[in-house]
């Protein structure tokens, strides 16, 4: 059985966005899959572009949607499972990316997928996204197996 652990909470505007950025640097690890939850346009991509920038990162970034992955050097993966299957991305062999050293930031991550990283012995952290007019809220969990 799967337990959540509640690491922060808290609400930013896109001009504080770099707080929770730096919530995350301080409560993650340097390796972790971070799952971003949220409905579409609660500001999933936003957030990644907000780390990438803090990180040093020049790259465009924006949601992988076709392509599944983009890496933005210094360790930062970003995906996009929206339409993808873990039989998709097992096929592709993309689950061995996760073995790669740094943050996995992604979109969309299903339970299916989710369930066989904890088993694997991933860290799964949850960064849950919700709209409150010009604010994000921003729940980060940790999910231990």
């Known amino acids: 059985m799967q337990k959540k652990r509640l690491l922060a909470q808290n609400s930013a505007s896109l001009e504080t966005l770099d707080n929770i950025v730096s919530i995350l640097e301080e409560k993650l690890p340097k390796d972790a899959i971070v799952a971003l939850k949220g409905d579409l346009a609660s500001g999933k991509t936003t957030l990644v572009q907000a780390i990438a920038k803090k990180r040093g990162s020049s790259a465009n970034v924006s949601s992988p949607t076709f392509s599944l992955q ?14 993808s299957s873990f039989e998709e ?22 339970e299916k997928l989710q369930n066989f990283l904890l088993v694997a012995g991933y860290p ?4 849950t996204i919700s709209v409150d007019k010009d604010y994000r809220n921003y729940k980060i969990e940790f999910i231990d197996a």
Do not use: M, N, T
Request: glycine share 10%; charged share 25%.
């Open 124 to 127: 799964i952290y949850i960064v």
């Open 89 to 110: 991305l097992a096929r592709l062999g993309l689950l061995e990316e996760f073995d790669k050293s740094g943050w996995h930031l992604v979109e969309w991550l299903d």
């Open 70 to 83: 983009h890496y933005y050097g210094d360790g930062l993966y970003h995906y996009d499972l929206y339409r």
